[in-house]
């Protein structure tokens, strides 16, 4: 017995050409191993609207075209990544406009301030969906037809296909056929018998894995789109002891999807900061590294809601309704109380939140006094100042920075103006900096602008008894990121999805094989065996070799008849003859 593995130069192993003598066509056994559509030559002298309309859809809906639209997506999302956007940070958007007078209009008339969002991302999003949907939905029609279906009848010269084997037997060919039968559907094979042959099928999964990959990638894109319509996230920094309830107005800043309604949508909570506790690497290279990151907060659902604790870690997000609050930041605010020149309090011990600038949260920002403020005159005016504060302030030869994040010897460094602050104009701006288009400087006795460094408890005396400024202390705050976005769990599904599918379609091979047995005209048995695979590997030769080799131990050899006269008497066991796999030389392997 010997199991060959050969194929014609230059040929498909599934479109042999026809025996001499009206041999049956091996592309009927050999079709359909996959559930791809085959791709037609449009004849183009007579296509008309309709013939143009079936060409476009065809290459449409090609995996050719889906590839490349797949790599569109992805090279389209690279400038999302590199060039600020408009629904993600509004303030670098306009910064880069003001840096950069030439690339900036280019960018704006090619939408890529807003690529998710823009016409030509949304066509190649549009164009794979349809390209996806297309492709899938006549496959998956195709291959229900298939498990429906019987294995292919054997061609009638199997000795044509990619690997086979032959043997003679003193068994009968029903026998043959029956063991053959159950061999194969024992090694989970589809199998039929029809005639004189036994025709089996295995690997459906490739086909399965092919399908749930694009299926998952059409969930993904589904999923990707509608947590774009429907999503929304706003910040809000909290002092200890302050609360927040989710509604627009309490937001510092918030972005939402297109379809998101923030009156109807949003979710009905609250909570409040009880406390913040951090902790930091005090020595080695870690130096500053948080140990603890932690807020402790009280939260309720709904508007009776119970009251119910939770302690907020980064990455160990509060969920309530749907939404996620993260712990996202950390800072300081200096508790200051401002007087004007007659001493009357304007600012009573009212912590001022300022920005951390690193690592050591060196700080930075505005104290501003809008209201009740009366200069030595008399006069209304509003106070600003720069403030820059350090939580560990290392002396005089260290600079203005902190140098570690705990509040071990807080400083704050504070400049002063007086004037107009410009929040009655009715322009937004920054309550973290200064708009200093109307205010003046307070000047020290050399001319120069007033300042000054406080520690807890100092005071900063103004210029000409315009008022004074008092360091009561350091409150702490957190940062807070709440977001919702649907669709997530349906793109973490489809992406498990998709990567199994594609090892599926990737690992398992679409293969058949066939049995014939039959009587010879000595009368003795002849066995075939053949295998064909989608494409050319060693796994269908040795497998074809294995079976064979199971088969023969139920159906053994006969002996040869050029070789009975020197067989002795009383030796009727003919000897096993050695299964081997051979690739014929020069083949080409598809």
Request: aromatic letters at 8%.
């Amino acid at each position: 017995m010997s199991t060959t593995s050969k194929t014609t130069p230059g040929t498909d192993p599934g479109k042999q050409p026809k025996a001499d003598g009206g041999d049956q066509d091996l592309g009927a056994a050999g079709s359909q191993l996959s559930t791809a559509p085959a791709e037609e030559t449009p004849n183009l002298p007579s296509l008309g609207v309709i013939g143009w309309a079936r060409w476009f859809w065809r290459q449409l809906t090609s995996m050719r075209v889906a590839l490349i639209l797949l790599l569109l997506v992805s090279l389209g999302a690279i400038p999302g990544s590199l060039i600020p956007q408009d629904g993600i940070d509004a303030m670098k958007v306009e910064e880069f406009r003001q840096n950069h007078d030439i690339l900036a209009p280019v960018y704006d008339k090619l939408g890529l301030f807003h690529v998710y969002s823009s016409v030509w991302f949304s066509a190649i999003y549009i164009l794979l969906f349809v390209s996806l949907i297309g492709c899938i939905v006549p496959r998956t029609w195709q291959f229900v037809g298939q498990l429906r279906g019987r294995p292919p009848r054997a061609p009638r010269r199997l000795d044509r296909l990619p690997a086979y084997t032959t043997w003679r037997t003193d068994a009968e060919p029903e026998d043959v056929r029956e063991a053959a039968l159950r061999l194969l559907k024992k090694r989970r094979f589809r199998a039929d018998a029809a005639g004189d042959a036994v025709a089996a099928e295995k690997g459906y999964l490739r086909e399965v894995g092919n399908l749930a990959f694009h299926i998952a990638l059409i969930v993904l894109l589904i999923a990707f789109a509608w947590g774009q319509l429907f999503k929304y996230e706003g910040n809000k920094l909290i002092l200890e002891g302050d609360g927040f309830a989710n509604t627009l107005t309490q937001y510092d800043d918030f972005k939402s999807g297109n379809l998101f309604d923030p009156d109807h949508d949003l979710a009905p909570f609250s909570f409040t900061l009880k406390d913040f506790h951090g902790t930091y690497e005090a020595t080695g290279p870690n130096r500053g590294t948080p140990r603890v990151y932690e807020a402790k907060v009280t939260y309720s659902e709904g508007a009776d809601g119970a009251e119910k604790s939770k302690t907020v870690e980064v990455n160990k997000p509060l969920e309530i309704d749907g939404s996620k609050v993260y712990l996202v930041s950390h800072g300081y605010a200096p508790i200051l109380t401002v007087k004007d020149a007659k001493g009357d309090v304007v600012m009573d011990k009212q912590a001022v939140a300022l920005l951390p600038l690193d690592g050591n949260v060196t700080s930075s920002g505005a104290v501003k006094v809008m209201d009740g403020y009366r200069n030595a005159k008399g006069e209304k005016e509003q106070l600003g100042f720069n403030a820059f504060f350090l939580p560990t302030y290392g002396g005089e030869g260290s600079g203005m920075r902190s140098t570690f994040p705990a509040l071990i010897n807080p400083m704050l460094a504070l400049s002063a103006y007086h004037g107009d602050l410009g929040v009655d104009a009715g322009i937004p701006q920054s309550i973290y900096q200064l708009d200093k288009t109307n205010l003046k400087e307070f000047k020290d006795s050399d001319g120069e602008l007033f300042k000054k460094q406080l520690k807890v408890g100092e005071t900063m005396t103004l210029p000409n008894g315009a008022g004074s400024v008092t360091f009561n202390g350091v409150q702490e705050w957190a940062g807070f990121q709440v977001t919702q976005q649907p669709g997530s769990g349906w793109a973490l599904g489809g992406a498990i999805v998709a990567i199994f599918g594609l090892a599926g379609s990737l690992f398992i091979q679409r293969r058949r094989v066939w049995v014939r047995a039959v009587r010879g005209a000595d009368g003795v048995t002849v066995v075939e065996m053949a295998g064909l695979g989608r494409s050319e590997s060693a796994k269908v030769p040795e497998e074809l070799g294995d079976l064979a080799g199971a088969l023969y131990d139920q159906a053994p050899g006969a002996p040869d008849s050029s070789d009975a006269s020197d067989t002795p008497e009383n030796d009727d066991t003919p000897e096993t003859p050695d299964t081997h796999a051979v690739t014929a030389e020069g083949a080409e392997t598809k």
